[in-house]
């Protein structure tokens, strides 16, 4: 999903269970800036386009997949908090929805899915997530 | 099967060299050492459990010894072998499992800690081979957290270094996925 989305769900969380501090920032490190994986693939883009865009890229890397929560659960254990586990979730939830190839074993597999509610446009689950989200933030200001 | 650094390889198997010709005329498999160390290794924890920590970690010493002398000789004698790589690697992370808890059994570290960090260090192992990386913040660390006093810190420590390898190791995985692909010029 967009930078948005993940932004407005991460807000309202954050809104929901009143967080601060130390707990604020694992929320929007595990909710929002866990993208950032993007960055390892930029030089084997330009190396294939250049500077032409291609549309439907792989971006993602296992940083953000299923199979992270290998490493994002005992990190949590280690850190005695549940916040790294919920907001990754929930990026993983609201990436899911939307129907790019989505590799979510792998290395250990290279099973792939286009995720969650395929038969449904895109466009209509970014809007709805976005007024649902947007609704919800406004009503816990 | 896991590439270590060929250039320490070089300096280790030269500064060994007299050690595994003798080795070697003598008939010993790098199998045995392997076994050897792990046997060290087994009473190094039995001596934990007593808590006569010096004594556990000059055996551990000595059990890394061999552990470094098994590849070396594997390699002298050109016989390494995907079966001498998995023994070792079976001896390696039991030894670890074993320190680990048996230090959390006298009290030194916490019974969560120890648990942890032996999770780290199997993930790290599973991508090992693949990613051609690892650490190698394992037992060595120990050594550390005996001369500042604090083994708590030092599994500490190798649990984030081996959880973060793991990353790492998922990462380059993803990166020469990605390349492979691009070069295929295929869709993932």
Same mark, same amino acid.
């Given at each position: 999903?967009?930078?948005?989305?993940?932004?407005?769900?991460?807000? =309202?969380?954050?809104? =929901?269970?009143?967080?601060?501090?130390?707990?604020?920032?694992? =929320?929007?490190?595990?909710?929002? =800036?866990?993208?950032?994986? +993007?960055?390892?693939?930029?030089?084997?883009?330009?190396?294939?386009?250049?500077?032409?865009?291609?549309?439907?890229?792989?971006?993602?890397?296992?940083?953000?997949?299923?199979?992270?929560?290998?490493?994002?659960?005992?990190?949590?254990?280690?850190?005695?908090?549940?916040?790294?586990?919920?907001?990754?979730?929930? +990026?993983?939830?609201?990436?899911?929805?939307?129907?790019?190839?989505?590799?979510?074993?792998?290395?250990?597999?290279?099973?792939?899915?286009?995720?969650?509610?395929?038969?449904?446009?895109?466009?209509?689950?970014?809007?709805?997530?976005?007024?649902?989200?947007?609704?919800?933030?406004?009503?816990?200001? | 099967?896991?590439?270590?650094?060929?250039?320490?390889?070089?300096?280790?198997?030269?500064?060994?060299?007299?050690?595994?010709?003798?080795?070697?005329? $003598?008939?010993?498999?790098?199998?045995?050492?392997?076994?050897?160390?792990?046997?060290?290794?087994?009473?190094?924890?039995?001596?934990?459990?007593?808590?006569?920590?010096?004594? #556990?970690?000059?055996?551990?010493?000595?059990?890394?010894?061999?552990?470094?002398?098994?590849?070396?000789?594997?390699?002298?004698?050109?016989?390494?072998?995907?079966?001498?790589?998995?023994?070792?690697?079976?001896?390696?992370?039991?030894?670890?499992?074993?320190?680990?808890? #048996?230090?959390?059994?006298?009290?030194? $570290?916490?019974?969560?800690?120890?648990?942890?960090?032996?999770?780290?260090?199997?993930?790290?192992?599973?991508?090992?081979?693949?990613?051609?990386?690892?650490?190698?913040?394992?037992?060595?660390?120990?050594?550390?957290?005996?001369?500042?006093?604090?083994?708590?810190?030092?599994?500490? $420590?190798?649990?984030?270094?081996?959880?973060?390898?793991?990353?790492?190791?998922?990462?380059?995985?993803?990166?020469?996925?990605?390349?492979? #692909?691009?070069?295929?010029? $295929?869709?993932?």
């Amino acid at each position: 999903m967009t930078f948005i989305s993940h932004a407005l769900v991460v807000t =309202a969380g954050v809104q =929901a269970l009143n967080l601060q501090g130390w707990d604020l920032i694992l =929320a929007y490190i595990f909710g929002l =800036a866990i993208d950032f994986d +993007h960055i390892v693939k930029v030089p084997l883009y330009f190396l294939k386009n250049k500077f032409k865009k291609e549309k439907y890229y792989h971006w993602r890397t296992s940083f953000q997949e299923p199979i992270a929560l290998l490493w994002v659960i005992p990190l949590s254990i280690f850190i005695n908090s549940s916040i790294p586990v919920i907001f990754f979730i929930s +990026h993983l939830v609201l990436d899911y929805f939307i129907s790019y190839n989505k590799l979510p074993f792998y290395p250990f597999s290279k099973y792939s899915t286009k995720g969650l509610f395929i038969n449904v446009s895109d466009t209509i689950k970014e809007v709805l997530v976005i007024t649902i989200f947007l609704c919800i933030n406004l009503i816990l200001l | 099967m896991y590439k270590s650094n060929s250039f320490i390889n070089k300096k280790v198997n030269k500064l060994l060299s007299p050690l595994l010709k003798l080795l070697c005329s $003598v008939g010993i498999t790098p199998n045995q050492v392997s076994a050897t160390g792990f046997i060290i290794g087994t009473i190094s924890v039995i001596f934990v459990l007593l808590q006569k920590i010096e004594i #556990a970690l000059i055996l551990l010493f000595i059990s890394l010894i061999f552990d470094s002398i098994d590849g070396a000789l594997a390699r002298y004698t050109k016989s390494e072998s995907r079966l001498g790589e998995k023994l070792e690697l079976i001896f390696d992370r039991t030894n670890e499992t074993m320190w680990f808890l #048996a230090l959390a059994m006298i009290d030194l $570290v916490s019974l969560k800690i120890a648990i942890l960090a032996i999770i780290a260090i199997l993930l790290m192992s599973t991508l090992r081979n693949k990613s051609n990386f690892d650490p190698g913040f394992k037992r060595t660390i120990l050594f550390i957290g005996y001369f500042i006093n604090n083994f708590q810190l030092a599994i500490e $420590v190798i649990f984030l270094v081996n959880l973060i390898g793991f990353v790492i190791s998922m990462l380059i995985l993803d990166y020469k996925y990605q390349k492979q #692909a691009d070069v295929k010029n $295929v869709k993932i």
